[in-house]
């Protein structure tokens, strides 16, 4: 089955810095990989995904980028903002049937 | 509101009761998954449904655990016998039938068992 790494598990940046949050996964079948953000309390909000047709995807402040060859993909959030703390998770899914977590990054934005 | 739903949202019972949790997906998904979560770990996979066919279930799915989904809409999933272990946020989520797996997740259920 898949498996999917997320490093790191903790990050803390400066307001305005960039942060980058980097996942691997074994199943080569994954074709979709979703990035979620996750508020203390709060249920998981996807916030932007990729597929594997596409090697960048970019929406405002957040991108994401995939390597299929390598199957390593990155989230990357510039201009960092308080309000972007939160837990951040990677996801791989081989289409049609379940998905598998990385285990999280922790991020915190100082202002 | 028309996003997922889940009831109840905590959940306080004692080790050796059963308890029964409730998810209403988007209306128009078909796929309905339920995940358990610890803290400061991701979404662990339990099972997935495609309309009322429960296809695939994970080996953390002891057999204390049985989901229903009987009409295709909303999903029940029940754990007998809970055991301090089974404390966790369980998660449900749908997706329609399409090439890529966009899952939309509920509130979660918080289940404490003492």
């Known amino acids: 089955g898949e498996n999917v790494e997320q490093h790191p598990s903790t990050l803390s940046v400066q307001e305005g810095d960039s942060a980058v949050i980097k996942c691997t996964y074994s199943d080569s079948a994954s074709n979709y990989f979703p990035w979620y953000k996750q508020e203390l309390g709060k249920r998981p909000q996807l916030i932007i995904d990729i597929r594997s047709n596409v090697g960048e995807k970019k929406d405002q402040r957040i991108a994401v980028t995939l390597n299929k060859t390598a199957k390593h993909f990155s989230l990357h959030i510039t201009e960092t903002q308080p309000e972007d703390s939160a837990v951040y998770f990677c996801?791989?899914?081989?289409?049609?049937?379940?998905?598998?977590f990385g285990a999280g990054t922790r991020l915190t934005v100082k202002p | 509101d028309t996003g997922v739903s889940q009831d109840p949202r905590h959940k306080i019972t004692k080790r050796g009761q059963n308890v029964t949790f409730r998810c209403d997906p988007i209306?128009?998904?078909?796929?309905l998954y339920w995940y358990r979560q610890t803290l400061g770990q991701g979404p662990e996979f339990l099972t997935y449904?495609?309309?009322?066919?429960?296809?695939?279930k994970s080996r953390l799915l002891s057999d204390r655990f049985s989901a229903e989904r009987p009409k295709g809409s909303f999903s029940t999933l029940e754990i007998q016998r809970t055991e301090q272990g089974d404390s966790a946020m369980y998660l449900c989520?749908?997706?329609?039938?399409?090439?890529?797996?966009?899952?939309?997740f509920g509130p979660g259920t918080r289940l404490t068992v003492l």
């Open positions: 209306s128009e998904h078909n796929r």
């Open positions: 449904f495609q309309n009322e066919a429960q296809l695939e």
């Open positions: 989520a749908s997706s329609s039938a399409s090439v890529y797996n966009e899952q939309f």
């Open positions: 996801a791989a899914s081989p289409g049609n049937n379940d998905m598998r």
